[in-house]
C-alpha cells in the first residue's frame, strides 16, 4: 500500500496533478510528500511519515477524526472529499498541523492513487538517476507544447498516468478519462471496430481519430508506446482550439520512444530496484559484503561463483535495449534462484551478472556449466542470443569482484570467438592471458621489437608478406609444411620468405628467447594490422 520514494514538495504534484482532481484547502505547498497510501475508515493507521493519506469511505464532516489520526501519524496531509462547506475540515487540519486536499466527488480513489504515485515515482527515478527527459507528467506537457494540443499518457491497462496542464478546451471524453470514469461506450465501440485499438497495440505508426459532434469527441492523434513487439501504453493528444502542428506527428513518435524507458523502469518496485544497487555495488566493489550479506540474507563467510551474461548484439534502440536486459535479467533469476536459493542479480552497463553463493568447488564447472546452457538456450528461444562468462569460485563474498573481473574476461575473449556461447576462466585461461599480454605491449612503446616493427614497416611499404609468414611459421612450430599449407602457398615460397624476413630484421630465430619475444610482437603486428 505504500510507497517510498525520493518525495516531491505538494506544489509540483499539484502542478501536475492539480485540477480536475485535487484542490490545496488547507496548509502549505511547499511541504515534502514521500508516499501516498490509502486509509478505509475500518483501518488502523499506523506510521506514514511524510505521506499523503487518501480518506475513503467517509465525506465532509465525517472525515474530521480521520484527519487527525493522518496527522498523528506524521503524514504530510490528507485528501478526503468535500461535500458541501469544508470550513470543519478546514480547521482540523489547521490545528493539526497538515495540508488538506479536497477531492471532487466524482474522482475514482484508485485513479487519483495511481496518478500521484506516478509523480512520485517520477520524482523518485530523477534523483537516482540522470534522467534527462524528467518524469512523464513533463513529457506530457512538452509534448502539448510540441503539438499542439492536449495530452494524456496511459498504460497497457489504458489508466490514466500523466496529462498535460492546458487552458485549451477539453472535451467529454478526456475529462471523463482523467476523472477516472469510463468513455462514452458507443465511441469507444468505434475505435474498436475502426481497428484503432488494434493498430496502436501492433505498430508504431501515429493513428490519427477522426472528431465525432455527436459524441462532443473532438479530433485525435494517438500513438503506441512499445518496447520491441510488446505495447506498454498509449499516447493520446485531443485536438484544441487551433490545429495540430505541423511536426505533430513526428514529435508523437519520439515521446513514445521517451516513454517507453519511463513505463519499463517503473515496473519493478522500489524495494527490487534498491535490491538490484546492492548487488551492482557488491560486484563493482562500492558496497562492503557484510551490509549486502546482513541486508538480503546471507552467509558474508560463504564461497560464491559470479556467472556474468552480455547480448551478442548491442541494441541501440533504449527502451528495446532495455526490455531485452529485463528479459536476461528476469530469465537468470528464475534459472540462478531454483540452482541457488540465495543467488544474488544485477545488471551493470549492458552485462547481467549472478553471484551463486555456497557453491562446493567440485560442483562449480559442471552442475553450473549445465544451469547456465538453460539460460542461454531459454534466452535463445525468446529470440535473445546472448554469450555467458564463468569465472573462478573464491572463497568468501566479499572476494566476488575477482570472480566477476574474470567472467568479464572471458566475455571480452568469446567477443572475438562468435561461435562460443559459454565458456569458463578454465577453458580461455591462455587466450585471454595472451590478450592481455599483448595489449601491455601495445601499451608500452618500450616493449616493442625495432626487428617486428621494421617487418611491419616493409610489408606496408613494399606489399611483402612476412609478419603473416613468419608468424604462421611460428605457430606451426616451425613446420614449414604445415605453415604453407596454412597459406596456401607452396613450402620453397615459405622457406624463401623466412630467409628474407630475417635478413630485413635481423632476427635470429634460432634463439628460443628471441623467437618467444619476436613471436608475441608478431602477434600484436598481425592485430594491429587487422
Not at 214 to 237: D, K, M, S
Not at 331 to 352: D, E, I, K, N, Q
Request: one cysteine or more; charged letters at 25%.
Amino acid at each position: 500500500m505504500h510507497t517510498e520514494p525520493t518525495g516531491t514538495t505538494l506544489r509540483a504534484l499539484l502542478v501536475a496533478v492539480g485540477e480536475p482532481l485535487l484542490e490545496l484547502t488547507a496548509g502549505s505547498p511547499d511541504i515534502t510528500v514521500r508516499g501516498v497510501a490509502i486509509l478505509d475508515p475500518d483501518d488502523e493507521l499506523g506510521g506514514c511519515p511524510g505521506e499523503l493519506i487518501l480518506v475513503i469511505g467517509a465525506r465532509g464532516r465525517e472525515a474530521v477524526r480521520y484527519v487527525r489520526a493522518a496527522a498523528k501519524s506524521g503524514a504530510s496531509a490528507v485528501a478526503v472529499k468535500a461535500d458541501g462547506k469544508r470550513d470543519d475540515l478546514r480547521a482540523a487540519a489547521e490545528d493539526n498541523g497538515i495540508a488538506l486536499l479536497t477531492v471532487r466527488p466524482q474522482v475514482r480513489w484508485d485513479q487519483l492513487q495511481t496518478v500521484i504515485r506516478e509523480v512520485l515515482e517520477g520524482a523518485t527515478l530523477a534523483a537516482a538517476s540522470d534522467a534527462e527527459h524528467g518524469d512523464l507528467f513533463g513529457l506530457a506537457q512538452t509534448v502539448a507544447v510540441l503539438t499542439a494540443g492536449s495530452v494524456s499518457i496511459e498504460d497497457a491497462g489504458n489508466r490514466v498516468l500523466a496529462y498535460s496542464r492546458s487552458d485549451d478546451d477539453i472535451d467529454e471524453m478526456r475529462r471523463l478519462s482523467i476523472l477516472g470514469w469510463e468513455g462514452p461506450e458507443q465511441y469507444l465501440a468505434l475505435l474498436r471496430k475502426w481497428g484503432v485499438y488494434q493498430r496502436l497495440r501492433s505498430s508504431e505508426d501515429v493513428v490519427r481519430v477522426d472528431e465525432r459532434p455527436e459524441f462532443g469527441i473532438r479530433q485525435r492523434l494517438a500513438v503506441g508506446i512499445r518496447a520491441g513487439t510488446q505495447h506498454l501504453g498509449t499516447i493520446w493528444v485531443q485536438q484544441g482550439r487551433r490545429p495540430f502542428a505541423e511536426q505533430a506527428e513526428s514529435a508523437l513518435l519520439g515521446a513514445a520512444r521517451i516513454a517507453a524507458v519511463h513505463l519499463l523502469r517503473r515496473r519493478g518496485s522500489v524495494g527490487i530496484r534498491s535490491r538490484e544497487d546492492l548487488v551492482a555495488g557488491l560486484l563493482e566493489g562500492r558496497i562492503s559484503a557484510d551490509l549486502v550479506a546482513g541486508q538480503l540474507g546471507l552467509d558474508p563467510a560463504a564461497s560464491a561463483i559470479v556467472l556474468a551474461l552480455a547480448p551478442r548484439e548491442i541494441e541501440h534502440d533504449r527502451p528495446t535495449h532495455e526490455l531485452r536486459q529485463l528479459e536476461i535479467s528476469n530469465v537468470v533469476s528464475v534459472h540462478a534462484t531454483s540452482y541457488r536459493r540465495g543467488a544474488l542479480v544485477g545488471t551493470v552497463g549492458s552485462r547481467v551478472y549472478a553471484v551463486l553463493p555456497e557453491v562446493p568447488p567440485h560442483q562449480a564447472e559442471p552442475a553450473l556449466q549445465a544451469v547456465t546452457r538453460h539460460v542461454v538456450a531459454a534466452l535463445d528461444r525468446a529470440g535473445v542470443r546472448t554469450q555467458a562468462g564463468i569465472g573462478s569460485p573464491v572463497p568468501v563474498l566479499g572476494e566476488v569482484v575477482a570472480s566477476r573481473s574474470e567472467a568479464d574476461r572471458v566475455l571480452d575473449a568469446m567477443a572475438r570467438t562468435p561461435g562460443r556461447d559459454l565458456a569458463t576462466i578454465a577453458d580461455l585461461r591462455a587466450e585471454i592471458l595472451l590478450d592481455e599480454t599483448l595489449r601491455l605491449l601495445e601499451a608500452n612503446p618500450d616493449l616493442r621489437d625495432p626487428a617486428v616493427d621494421a617487418l611491419a614497416a616493409h610489408d606496408a611499404a613494399q606489399g611483402s608478406e612476412f609478419v603473416p609468414s613468419l608468424l604462421a611459421y611460428l605457430d606451426a612450430l616451425g613446420d614449414v609444411r604445415a605453415a604453407a599449407a596454412g597459406l596456401n602457398i607452396h613450402p620453397n615460397t615459405l622457406r624463401h620468405r623466412i630467409r628474407r624476413a630475417t635478413a630485413v630484421s635481423g632476427l635470429e630465430l634460432g634463439d628460443p628467447r628471441e623467437r618467444l619475444v619476436c613471436h608475441l610482437q608478431l602477434l600484436l603486428a598481425a592485430r594491429r594490422r587487422g
